[in-house]
C-alpha cells in the first residue's frame, strides 16, 4: 500500500519538527543530575567488585529491549531511528538508572548514622535522699562511647556510687533451664555473645562486654561495689505464669508459646554475610562497615518506639523489681548501666514508690560513629 504525496510530506514534517526547547533543557538537566549520582555512586559499584557492576550492565541490557520498541512505537523521534540505535540509549539510561539505585542506600546509611545518630541518655535521678545515675547501654557500640562509659562508672566508683549491672541470673539448674527455654522462644536459642563479637568486628564496633572486663579488678578488690541487680530467672518464670492465669489479653497472645518449632538458625544468613565480609576486600569491609552501622542506627531508632511481645515480662516485671531493689538498698548513691529502653518504666514505678523522685541532668552518649581508622589517624606523632 502506498501512501499519497501529501501524506509523505506531513510524516517528514512532523518528523523534521524539532522538539520544543524547554523539553531539550528539561532533558539536557536531567541527564546531568543522572550522570553526576552515577559518578558519585562508581565508587560503591565497584567497591563491592566489578561482578556487580557487570551484573547491573546485564540487568539494564535486559530492561533497555522492551524500552526501546516503547520509545521506538510512541515516539515520534524514535520511530524512524534503527532498534539497535535506540536500544544502546535505552541501555545507557538504565545503567545510570539502576547505578544511582544500587548506590543511594549505602550513601543513605552512611549519612543517617551521622545525621541522626544513636544516642543512649545518662540520666541523674533523685529523691532527695538517694541518687541515681542511669546509664543507658546497647550491645554493640563504638569503642569511644563504652571507654566513656568506664570512664563514668569508675569515677562514680570513686566518689562513692555502688554500681548495678543488667543481667538475668541462673544460678541454679532450673533458672538455667528456663532462661534458655525463654531465649528460644525470643531469638530461636542461638548465643548471641560470639554473634555479637563477629558483628561488631565487621562493623567497626566493640562488643559491650569486652569493656565491662575493665572492671573486674575493681570488682574483685570491692565486691559489695558491684551488684548485678536483675531478677532471677525463676522470677521471670512466676510473672510469666501470673500474667497466664490473670491476663486474658496476654494469655491470648502467648498461647502457642514454647510450643515445638522446625530447627532453624534465625542468624544463619547474618552470620554467612559476616563471614563473608571477613574475606573480603579493603573496600568490601569498609562498605560492610558502613551498612551494617546504618543498619544499627535505624535499628536503635526503631528499638526505642516498638515494644516487644514480652514486654509485660522482659521489661516492665524487670523495671518494678529494680526500682524495688532501689529503694531498698541501704546504698544512697547508685550507678546503673541498663538497656536505655528501662528508663522510661524504672522512672515511673520509682515515682509510684516515692513521688519525690525527679530528673537532674541529662547527657547524651553517641553509641554508633565511624571507626578511628575511617576517619583518619594522626601522623607523625607515634613517637
Not at 572486663?213 to 512466676?238: F, I, M, N, S, T
Not at 516498638?306 to 547508685?334: C, E, Y
Amino acid at each position: 500500500m502506498k501512501t499519497s504525496p501529501n501524506t509523505q510530506t506531513s510524516l517528514a514534517t512532523s518528523a523534521a519538527v524539532p522538539p520544543p526547547l524547554w523539553r531539550v533543557r528539561l532533558q539536557a538537566i536531567a541527564l546531568f543530575v543522572l550522570v553526576a549520582a552515577f559518578v558519585l555512586g562508581l565508587p560503591i559499584l565497584f567497591g563491592w567488585g566489578y561482578g556487580l557492576f557487570i551484573g547491573l550492565v546485564l540487568v539494564a541490557a535486559v530492561l533497555a529491549v522492551p524500552s526501546a520498541w516503547v520509545v521506538r512505537r510512541l515516539s515520534a523521534t524514535g520511530a524512524g531511528r534503527a532498534f539497535a540505535s535506540v536500544w544502546s540509549r535505552s541501555l545507557l539510561v538504565w545503567t545510570l538508572i539502576l547505578g544511582v539505585v544500587v548506590a543511594a542506600p549505602f550513601y543513605y546509611l552512611m549519612i543517617v548514622t551521622d545525621t541522626r545518630p544513636a544516642t543512649v541518655p545518662q540520666v541523674s535521678l533523685t529523691n532527695g535522699s538517694k541518687r541515681v545515675v542511669f546509664q543507658g547501654m546497647q550491645h554493640i557500640g563504638s569503642e569511644r562511647f563504652y571507654q566513656a562509659v568506664i570512664y563514668d562508672v569508675e569515677k562514680a566508683l570513686s566518689e562513692g556510687y555502688v554500681s548495678y549491672y543488667e543481667g538475668v541470673q541462673t544460678p541454679t539448674p532450673e533458672s538455667q533451664a528456663f532462661f534458655e527455654k525463654l531465649s528460644q522462644e525470643l531469638v530461636g536459642g542461638s548465643d548471641l555473645s560470639g554473634t555479637y563479637k563477629s558483628i561488631g568486628e565487621v562493623c567497626g564496633m566493640k562488643f559491650q562486654l569486652d569493656y565491662f572486663g575493665l572492671l573486674d579488678a575493681d570488682k574483685a578488690e570491692h565486691p559489695k561495689r558491684h551488684l548485678v541487680a536483675d531478677v532471677d530467672a525463676l522470677e521471670l518464670k512466676a510473672e510469666y505464669e501470673r500474667l497466664m492465669r490473670e491476663d486474658p489479653a496476654f494469655a491470648k497472645a502467648h498461647a502457642n508459646d514454647f510450643q515445638p518449632k522446625p530447627a532453624t538458625n534465625d542468624n544463619a544468613f547474618m552470620l554467612k554475610v559476616v563471614e563473608w565480609l571477613k574475606n573480603g576486600s579493603a573496600s568490601q569491609k569498609t562498605l560492610g562497615g558502613v551498612t551494617c552501622r546504618g543498619l544499627f542506627t535505624l535499628n536503635q531508632a526503631n528499638a526505642n518506639t516498638t515494644p516487644g511481645r514480652m514486654q509485660p515480662v522482659i521489661l516492665d516485671f524487670r523495671n518494678r523489681a529494680l526500682a524495688q531493689r532501689i529503694m531498698q538498698s541501704p546504698d544512697d548513691k547508685i550507678f546503673i548501666t541498663y538497656g536505655a529502653a528501662h528508663l522510661p518504666g524504672l522512672v515511673a514505678e520509682l515515682r509510684k514508690l516515692d513521688p519525690k523522685w525527679a530528673v537532674g541532668s541529662v547527657k547524651w552518649l553517641r553509641t554508633i560513629e565511624a571507626p578511628e581508622h575511617i576517619e583518619g589517624q594522626l601522623r607523625g606523632l607515634d613517637n
